[in-house]
């Protein structure tokens, strides 16, 4: 018989089990990954309800058979004083929000609750890394490395073929990235959360969306140099910044939690090159607006809409055509999952994780940076128009 792989799984929302909103859905991944091998021995979620609706719709499935075993708590302690010992996991997949993780805060600690209960488990955690202080994100890195947690952060976009094949003609090259230019236009007449659009809850748009491509961003450019980043946004107050096709009503959300439309950022990298990022809520329909591009001498790199069918642009020195490449079916969600769980059964290399958790730390710093110096300067601004 084959030998079974244990998971459990933390928050029964959107990124486990599926939205209308996007193509995540982690559960549908490890099912194809892991097939009959698989064993979903718990759902973790203070919300009970929510939780049980969506362990039904699993045991109404084709894949009931995976579901069988896997019984509901509302806390990790709940599931870990319940397990029978075969039943502890291998991996947890932590898909709760940012605030109830990434920190040494009580109740903000999953990370940790997990370490403790569960020392042998492997953590996948979700995007961002918290929403806490970065400082308590460098201690949770420092308390998974002392106990030799394997960990692996949901920066997808890293795993597209499309990504990587930047990666290895800059690496067959030689070349040195010169810059990065990061373009994310949000479409968001179907964005009803008042939650996201609060960024006391969500952490704004750059912390919660422009998150990946400020990660593809560093991938690609390296370290930041933090005190370089430079950023303005255009405020929901402001003339510009008026959008006619609210779905929900922002007048709910306190004025000064309410969400930039356009932020504009760029930063040095501690390598020399400069990183650009261009954020804007305006499209309307379902569609949004991505480009991801890379400069190095002699080249240029265009990567265009990432997350749905992307299509890569390499123009190359002494070549006057434009290579163009399309990437039908690649999916950076089961890609990430598939490497993940090669690493965890010792069939791939650690390094095969694209992103560690130090690195998304990273990430979420640069973030921070930039929330922090667009509101200041909206501040300056405000005080001298
Ligand atoms: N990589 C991607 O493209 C992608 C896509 C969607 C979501 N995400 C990320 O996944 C995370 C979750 O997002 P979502 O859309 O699934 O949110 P969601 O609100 O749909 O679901 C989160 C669930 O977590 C539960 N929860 C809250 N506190 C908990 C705790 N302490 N322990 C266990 N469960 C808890 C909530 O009750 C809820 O059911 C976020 O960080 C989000 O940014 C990433």
Request: some cysteine; charged content about 20%; glycine content about 8%.
């Amino acid at each position: 018989m084959s030998v079974k792989v244990n998971v459990l799984l933390v928050g029964a929302g959107e990124i486990n089990f599926g939205s209308v909103e996007g193509p995540w859905n982690h559960t549908s991944r490890l099912e194809k990954i892991l097939t009959s091998r698989l064993r979903i021995v718990a759902l973790v979620d203070p919300d009970q309800s929510r939780a049980f609706a969506a362990l039904q719709s699993k045991l109404a499935s084709a894949v009931a058979g995976v579901w069988k075993d896997c019984n509901l708590f509302p806390s990790v302690f709940e599931a870990a004083a319940s397990l029978s010992p075969e039943c502890v996991p291998q991996i947890a997949i932590v898909g709760a929000p940012p605030f109830a993780r990434g920190t040494d805060i009580a109740g903000r600690d999953l990370e940790l609750q997990l370490l403790k209960v569960f020392p042998a488990c492997a953590l996948f955690i979700e995007k961002p890394v918290s929403s806490g202080p970065e400082e308590a994100s460098w201690r949770v890195a420092q308390a998974l490395a002392t106990h030799g947690t394997l960990v692996g952060v949901g920066y997808m976009l890293r795993y597209l073929k499309a990504v990587q094949l930047i990666k290895k003609v800059i690496s067959d090259n030689g070349l040195v990235v010169m810059g990065t230019n990061a373009r994310y236009v949000m479409a968001y007449e179907w964005a009803r959360k008042p939650a996201w659009w609060d960024k006391s809850r969500s952490g704004g748009p750059i912390i919660e969306q422009a998150t990946h491509f400020c990660d593809l961003s560093r991938y690609f450019g390296g370290d930041v140099h933090l005190p370089s980043v430079v950023a303005h946004t255009v405020q929901h107050n402001e003339p510009p910044g008026e959008l006619s096709a609210k779905r929900f009503d922002e007048d709910q959300i306190p004025a000064e939690n309410r969400l930039p439309r356009l932020t504009s950022a760029t930063w040095k990298y501690t390598g020399g090159a400069v990183g650009t990022l261009t954020h804007v809520i305006a499209l309307h329909g379902t569609t949004y607006d991505t480009e991801f591009e890379v400069y190095a001498d002699g080249y240029h790199f265009r990567l265009v809409d990432p997350y749905s069918i992307p299509k890569l642009y390499i123009r190359r020195p002494g070549v006057a055509e434009v290579e163009a490449h399309t990437f039908t079916n690649d999916d950076p969600f089961h890609t990430e999952l598939a490497t993940f769980v090669g690493v965890v059964e010792g069939d791939r290399r650690n390094e095969a994780i694209l992103s560690s958790y130090e690195d998304a730390i990273k990430t979420y710093e640069l973030t921070w940076a930039i929330r922090r110096k667009s509101e200041r300067a909206a501040e300056d601004y405000n005080q001298n128009p």
